[in-house]
């Protein structure tokens, strides 16, 4: 299933849409191979212009495309299913970016045997460190997840996780990043209270966070132990940690994580 073979339609180019389209261009995907489509007009001719793609309607993405990145806002996908729905063949590989939907809400909508890929990727694709999690609808193959993986591996890293895991993925990866950017957002404050100026403690906190994510990727080492390195017996760390305890970070970041997963599961029962 070469890259070469397969014409990609990104329906509904939005931000995550967008993503998925300036990802396969800088992985090499031939740009007459890509086709997106947008709601407004102005939004469709920006689209154009910056990656020199064809933006076309709806029906058209599906009557040329082997491939139908489905990325429209949740919300959405009804209606436009409503559209495409009938005139998708069964041969079509569909993949979904919709938050919180599973495949059996295409499946409904499209021929029976239509292939669904559910894809819940976040962010730091622009930067090609993405954490794309992959899963397979009830008439997706191995070689149509092979195919996902191939369009999402050059934006970051990749993983296949059972369909039923996609909510808990969501809250995790999904929306993680923000965590980190709040947790950062807080740490700089911080320094500002401590007497820095704010840009001596941004560089600090992001150099220092950006060190630290490094190395829980390739020292192979359990965050306990690199954590434990850090914090030596009556020093400044474990005060720290101390008080991250009395304030309950941990319980925190367990019950906003159970929050998000219970409203991505929320979405996908007010789309159905």
């Known amino acids: 299933m070469g890259s070469a073979r397969h014409t990609v339609a990104v329906i509904g180019a939005g931000k995550i849409g967008e993503l998925v389209l300036s990802g396969l261009l800088r ?18 001719e920006e689209l154009a212009t910056r990656y020199g793609v064809r933006v076309v ?13 489905i990325a429209v806002k949740p919300q959405d996908a009804g209606v436009l299913l409503d559209e495409i729905g009938p005139k998708v063949p069964a041969d079509k590989l569909v993949v979904s970016l919709c938050a919180g939907l599973p495949t059996s809400f295409f499946s409904r909508r499209l021929p029976e045997g239509t292939p669904v890929v559910r894809v819940m990727t976040n962010t730091p694709a622009l930067v090609d460190q993405a954490m794309s999690a992959i899963s397979a609808g009830a ?3 191995g070689e149509h997840l092979a195919l996902a993986e191939e369009m999402f591996a050059p934006l970051g890293a990749t993983l296949r996780v059972p369909e039923s895991q996609q909510d808990a993925v969501t809250a995790l990866s999904g929306s993680g990043p923000a965590y980190f950017y709040l947790l950062v957002e807080a740490m ?3 320094g500002i209270l401590l007497g820095l100026p704010r840009q001596v403690a941004h560089e600090l906190i992001v150099q220092t966070a950006i060190g630290s994510a490094v190395m829980l990727r390739d020292s192979g080492e359990h965050p306990v132990k690199l954590r434990e390195a850090v914090t030596s017996p009556a ?4 005060s720290a940690v ?11 970041l367990l019950a906003a994580l159970e929050a998000a997963r219970d409203r991505a599961r929320e979405l996908a029962a007010q789309a159905d």
């Open 27 to 44: 992985s090499g995907w031939p740009a007459q191979r890509l086709l997106a489509t947008a709601r407004r007009p102005v939004r469709a």
């Open 57 to 69: 309607d709806n029906l058209t993405a599906v009557d040329e495309a082997a491939v139908l990145a």
């Open 139 to 141: 008439h997706a193959t």
């Open 188 to 190: 700089i404050d911080a």
């Open 235 to 238: 020093g400044t760390t474990i």
């Open 242 to 252: 101390r008080e991250l305890e009395k304030h309950g970070v941990r319980a925190a």
